[in-house]
């Protein structure tokens, strides 16, 4: 019972040091990692819901596919795949670290058939000497030599960039130290959105979580404003705002810019530009009348939804508004009003009017002319608001990763042996990495060696 | 003389690129592989005055952003990464064939680019208004054309492992595939392409999250582009350690790696065309 107890905790250890569950663990996140790509993430729009049979959704739903990289079984993956780092690092690293510490010094034979890389010379002064003259010669080219003597013949070993062994550990544990950093986002940190009209002031927001969120200041927008390229395209979404403390503003934070690409962080907190439009509550908006073939043109001010009867009957009624109509047709510009004119005793009609082009407003053959002339309403501007004390962590465990990856990729362990005994001497070399560059250099070497008077 | 001339003349160089590769393939003289290679490398020279050339007008019609903000612009670059990862590597390891195995991909690029997208210069909208772009964009790519050369040589072993497998004399194994190095130099040309490019695919990934960050708050959000980009980094990352996991040397790995670019190519044209999300604007 107990030796089948020790396999069994045994071949679990086994199982997660092992390179096999790794490559299960790789290609199972990037299989999975799928759905989420193809399915809607998050709240399910209804017209996704109403696309697919309700089996489908339900099946779905209990697979967590909609929201499934908070799913209990992609976490999971993300906990076995970083138990598997561990676990190959526990098994491995002590290994490479007693390779490091205690390298072979002394080549025995076995080693010296393994070795591709060998150059032998020959020489006639005292074997003392020579090992002097070829410990001076390993020093120059590589590094200071360590000297053993065995069976008569000297053992020289010089290494290079033994640590870079480590360099895959490195990586591995920047994995580790970007989830850890994950974590302490989602455990401490906090999402979420607000939105304040021009000279409006907030001192919450709304969380991600659904809650409402204390700031411990208060935010003022003091203006919005979108500029434009010739094009019509957007230019710039800049938000003007201001941090207050108790009803003060707290300086180097009046007037601050934020734009798109620029936020503004104050106490930990930090506010991107994310979005705009119109405060529409309560605002003003301003049509014109003017009669046909008259000039008396008057103006009636409206607000959205209400209906006015003008003085011969006429009902008007403000439907909506926008102060940029280009977002609805892209090839006109400026302020447009829609709205819906009741004729005295006719059925009502919905007309669209522009600001910028009272022309369009006048084709219409109707006895009255409706024009738009904007309203008073302000601009609010939607901010993403963002604390994440983790974020540092995992900025951390990127760069130990592109350390780690460059280490691991591009330098090598170099190691040089020279096996010297009487009359003639023996040079052998390694490289953990890039045998093709290293062998190179070895012939390099090697024609040195040939050259050297000893 | 304008950008747009100098980009029709590279997409000219790489097609004569391809088929003088082709004549090298047929005829297996080696001054036709020169020729072929020096075409490559005359395309290129040209692409990259282009490029500068198009990164000047930009200026002078007073937008004045890096050539890499649309479609158009971005299948231009990467034409131009592939060559330029593809110099490299001829130029340090010297088996001239493997040019007939990735210009295509490059021509592929700009043809598609010349023929079939928008040219024009546009100005940059808000959230590209970053110096991030350049950094994110430059390493992305640089990672793809690393992946695509990887890709090519994948097809190159496959090829030499099927025909290796099936004629049962090594000696009279000459005519075509005496041309192609042995499937040692192949695995081996595979490991260094994506050990090229999977280090720069982490930076422009990391790149991509630190700007993300910058500019929403948030430096991961799965989002489809971020997601797909981390797919392939799964499976390149499983390409890595197949090398020295039992049952997965050789072959596997050459479709690991295949499969590896065909991530990559969604990655990058497949999740705008066909998913939303932040990136959407490259899909016009």
Not at chain 1, 154 to 176: D, E, M, P, T
Not at chain 2, 51 to 60: A, C, F, Q, T, V
Request: overall charge positive; some cysteine.
């Amino acid at each position: 019972m107990a030796t089948s107890q020790r396999n069994f905790i045994e071949s679990v250890w086994d199982l997660f040091c092992s390179l096999k569950l790794t490559m299960f663990l790789l290609i199972s996140l990037a299989l999975t990692s799928v759905i989420g790509t193809v399915l809607p993430q998050g709240e399910v729009p209804p017209e996704y819901v109403a696309q697919i049979s309700p089996l489908k959704f339900q099946i779905y739903t209990k697979l967590h596919f909609f929201d499934m990289y908070h799913s209990w079984w992609f976490i999971a993956l993300l906990y076995i795949f970083s138990l598997n780092l561990i676990c190959c690092s526990i098994k491995r690293l002590p290994h490479v670290l007693t390779f490091i510490s205690q390298p072979a010094l002394v080549l025995d034979a076995s080693m010296q058939k393994a070795f591709s890389l060998k150059q032998e010379v020959a020489f006639s002064t005292p074997l003392d000497i020579a090992r002097k003259k070829l410990a001076d010669f390993l020093k120059a080219e590589l590094a200071n030599p360590v000297v053993t003597e065995r069976d008569g013949a000297f053992h020289l070993f010089a290494q290079k960039n033994a640590w870079c062994r480590l360099g895959v550990y490195v990586v591995h544990a920047s994995i580790l130290v970007i989830f850890v950093g994950a974590i302490i986002g989602s455990l401490f940190g906090d999402k979420g959105f607000v939105n304040i009209s021009e000279g409006e002031s907030v001192s919450t927001f709304m969380s991600r979580t659904g809650k409402e969120t204390n700031l411990g200041f208060t935010v003022r927008c003091d203006q919005f404003t979108v500029t434009k390229y010739a094009t019509g395209a957007p230019k710039e979404f800049k938000s003007i705002l201001t941090i207050l403390e108790n009803g003060k503003p707290v300086p180097d934070y009046v007037n601050a810019r934020v734009i798109v690409n620029d936020p503004l962080t104050y106490k930990g907190y930090t506010f991107y530009q994310s979005s705009y439009g119109q405060a529409d509550e309560g605002s003003e908006h301003y049509l014109t009348v003017t009669p046909r073939g008259g000039t008396d043109k008057k103006r009636i001010i409206i607000h959205k939804g209400e209906a006015v009867t003008l003085k011969d009957g006429t009902v008007v009624k403000l439907i909506a508004a926008t102060q940029e109509v280009q977002q609805i047709i892209p090839e006109l510009n400026g302020p447009a009003a829609q709205i819906e004119v009741a004729f005295k005793g006719k059925s009502p009609q919905v007309l669209e009017v522009f600001k910028n082009y009272p022309e369009s407003n006048i084709q219409r053959g109707d006895e009255l002319i409706f024009g738009y002339e904007g309203t008073n309403a302000k601009m609010f501007t939607g901010l993403q608001v963002a604390k994440d004390p983790g974020v540092w962590v995992v900025w951390l465990g990127c760069a130990l990763m592109v350390v780690g990856l460059c280490i691991a990729f591009f330098m090598s362990h170099k190691r040089v042996w020279i096996v010297v005994s009487k009359g003639h001497a023996r040079m052998y070399g390694n490289a953990s990495k890039n045998q093709a560059a290293f062998s190179m250099q070895f012939d390099d070497l090697a024609a040195k060696l040939k050259e050297l008077k000893i | 003389m304008t950008s747009s001339l100098l980009f029709n003349i590279t997409t000219l160089a790489y097609m004569a690129s391809m088929v003088t590769f082709f004549m090298y393939l047929a005829s297996k003289n080696k001054s036709v592989g020169l020729v072929g290679s020096l075409l490559a490398y005359a395309g290129l020279a040209v692409q990259t005055v282009a490029i500068g050339l198009r990164w000047k007008e930009s200026y002078d019609i007073g937008f004045g952003h890096a050539p890499l903000s649309n479609l158009y612009e971005s299948v231009v670059f990467f034409s131009w990464t592939i060559i330029l990862i593809y110099l490299l590597i001829d130029l340090k390891y010297k088996y001239r064939i493997v040019g007939a195995f990735v210009v295509p991909f490059a021509l592929l690029g700009m043809a598609w680019a010349q023929l079939g997208l928008n040219t024009g210069i546009e100005p940059l909208v808000p959230a590209l208004q970053s110096n991030w772009l350049l950094y994110h964009v430059v390493t992305c790519f640089l990672g793809y054309a690393a992946f695509a050369v990887a890709c090519g040589v994948s097809i190159m072993y496959l090829i030499k492992a099927h025909h290796e497998a099936n004629s049962s004399t090594t000696s009279s194994a000459g005519g075509l595939m005496a041309l192609f190095p042995p499937t040692r130099v192949l695995d081996d040309l595979n490991y260094r392409a994506i050990m090229i490019g999977f280090p720069l695919l982490t930076i422009g990934i990391i790149t991509g999250a630190a700007w993300a960050d910058y500019a929403w708050g948030t430096y991961w959000s799965w989002d489809p582009k971020e997601t797909w980009s981390l797919i392939v980094w799964f499976i390149y990352a499983a390409f890595l350690h197949a090398r020295f996991t039992k049952g997965w040397v050789g072959k596997r790995a050459a479709w690991l790696s295949i499969i590896g670019f065909a991530a990559t190519i969604f990655c990058y044209l497949g999740v705008n065309l066909f998913l939303s999300g932040l990136h959407s604007y490259g899909g016009k």
